[in-house]
């Protein structure tokens, strides 16, 4: 199942994520924020903003069509809600076709800084993320992952896999 990405930052604002797959009738049970929707048919993006992708948190972002979504902090499977965290939190707003099926993530500035050391992305900075397409759904259980994972078991909590991002001006 095709599946595409784009991650942008915004002045005055953060990150926008727009991601896309070439889906029709998606799995769509799940309508509210931190409902288990990688049990759906899901997109996912996890993000790490520290220079060690062992020790510093990551954030994961899962979403289903119905644009509800799932998301945690923290190091591999030890995760914690980012509500938890912080009172920042993203917007997801997600957007359904007759052959595909999109969501358009928004994450300020502020979020990031928390998990950045308190600093704003800015150009030349460097992140790492991997992007997913998901479902543990038994009926269409289904795993993909840009950069690749090299693990005997599907586990995207492996910041050691996740790919190199440099914010460049376009």
Same mark, same amino acid.
Do not use: I
């Given at each position: 199942m095709e599946t595409f990405a784009q991650i942008a930052l915004l002045d005055n604002y953060g990150l926008v994520v727009s991601m896309t797959a070439m889906e029709q *009738?998606? =799995?769509?049970? /799940?309508? #509210?924020? #931190?409902?288990?929707?990688?049990?759906?048919? !899901?997109l996912e993006i996890f993000i790490n903003f520290g220079t060690d992708n062992q020790k510093f948190e990551y954030l994961n972002f899962e979403m289903n069509a119905n644009g509800a979504m799932l998301s945690n902090c923290g190091t591999n499977k030890n995760r914690r809600k980012i509500s938890d965290v912080t009172s920042y939190h993203a917007i997801c707003k997600a957007e359904l076709n007759d052959n595909d099926w999109n969501i358009l993530l928004r994450i300020p500035m502020e979020l990031i800084c928390t998990? *950045?050391? !308190?600093?704003? =992305?800015?150009? !030349?900075?460097? /992140?790492?993320f991997n992007c997913y397409k998901i479902s543990e759904d038994p009926s269409i259980e289904h795993y993909a992952s840009y950069s690749p994972i090299q693990s005997p078991v599907p586990n995207f909590h492996l910041p050691e896999f996740f790919a190199e991002a440099t914010i460049v001006d376009c």
């Open positions: *009738n998606p =799995l769509r049970r /799940f309508t #509210e924020d #931190e409902d288990p929707v990688y049990q759906d048919s !899901g998990f *950045n050391e !308190g600093r704003p =992305l800015k150009q !030349g900075d460097k /992140f790492t």
